[in-house]
């Protein structure tokens, strides 16, 4: 009896593997033909799975239906989605003729053109991305505005020697946008403008370097091309009316004859990048001896000229930043060695910048406070010093006032920034949280609900 139960439940276990999807079976491999290729089939313990008697086998899925289509538009109805739709901010444009202390806390967006200066020379990352965000580029102009533009109006009649102003005060307090603000100002005057919205760039070793025997420094070329090719494209139509007053001596090839036109000398450096640093010391000597046009240097990251370059020599050590021309052409104006006879020279401090922080020397010619321990046994250089010596000091209110924040408050409201629905307690609430910094009551007040 024994004997026949087992054969019973081994029948009924051949009878169930046959019908299990999960069971594997094994032969023998056949032996393939000469010249034949056998795909390995993959190894596993699924089995494969078949469709239950009666059903039908489901439909592979097509991978194209696995992509994300986008919804048509009739199934956007909220305002949110309409890219086509209307523009709220509506603000006058920035003309120099209505600078004055009646437009105090009020906006005032820059001209859309394709030669404006900041969109040629480029922006402060802070600035760019604030740009991108905000429907038009805008500023509110401050009380500390109209007094740099006051120092303009004085430039302008003086030598540059007489006007290297440095705009100091905390981080984010909007020494950036003052120094775009005087920049916009002097183009719409019709000066020349020569404007580094990063001089971090210019010592950070971001770019080639080549030691140079005649001038015993180390060339920035390609900086110097670029530098050249955005001066040009903004100042062309100052440029053709200006002309050479001296020999221009130019390596490997012939001198250049007094009464050539400067876009003349800017071309021969922009169609040899190894002339570019002779041509842009050149051009900028030329234009310093002219009296027709004004000048302006701006220079946003001003500290970075006088902090350690990451450039290295052949023997691996650090090159200091006035062995590099591109700096050392920006330290020679901005100490009074070199000066155009009618401009100003402005720069802007990023404190915020711990790679390139202030150094001792700039920060004492500057009259400014430590933010460390510093003594008589500290190591000054005597070249830093020499090229901070004369710098006036600009300081830029370190909060806003209630009505520049609530300018500030109203461009980003309108531009529909601000989620929730705008009050006045939200702006207190805001203000208050930043303490009137500009950079934080934006990005750590209104712009933090966004994330």
Known sequence: MLSVRCQRVSYQLLASSSTSPLVQTRSYATQPKKGQIVKQASQGFKGKKTAPSGQMEPAKKDKKMM?????????LPHPLFESDRPDTLTLQTFHPEMLTRVVESQALKFPHNDDDPFRIFGLPRN????????????????????????????????NSKESRVVFTGPQGCGKSFLLLQALQYCNARDWLVLYIPRATNLVNSTTAHTYDMRTRTYLQPIFAYQTLQRFLKVNTPRLEQLRTQT??????????????????????????????????????????????????????????????????????????????SMPRLLLEYASGQKSFARGAVFGALSMS?????????????????????????????????????????????SSLSVSEAASVFEVWMKDRAVPSKPND?????KYSEASGNARAFVWKGLLSSMS
């Open 67 to 75: 992509a994300f289509q986008p919804l048509p538009v009739s199934q």
């Open 425 to 429: 307690e939200l702006f207190l609430a």
């Open 247 to 324: 020999e221009i001596e130019i390596e490997r090839r012939p001198p250049v004859p007094p009464g050539t036109p400067l876009v003349e000398l800017i071309n021969i450096g922009l169609k040899d990048q190894g002339h570019a640093p002779t041509v842009l010391d050149a051009v900028l000597e030329e234009i310093g001896k002219q009296t027709i046009f004004p000048v302006l240097l701006a220079v946003d990251d001003f500290q970075a000229l006088y902090c350690k370059s990451h450039y290295r020599d052949q023997h691996f050590s650090a090159i200091k930043p006035y062995h590099l």
């Open 127 to 158: 600035i760019l991305v604030e740009f991108r965000l905000l429907s038009k580029p805008c500023s509110v102009i401050r009380s500390v505005t109209i007094d740099a533009i006051n120092k303009l109006d004085a430039a302008s009649e003086k």
């Open 353 to 397: 910048n711990t790679t390139f922080p202030l150094p001792v020397e700039l920060r004492e010619a500057l009259s400014l406070k430590y933010d460390r321990p510093y003594g008589p046994y500290v190591k000054r250089q005597p070249e830093l010093v020499e090229y901070a010596h004369g710098l006036e000091s600009l300081a830029v209110p």
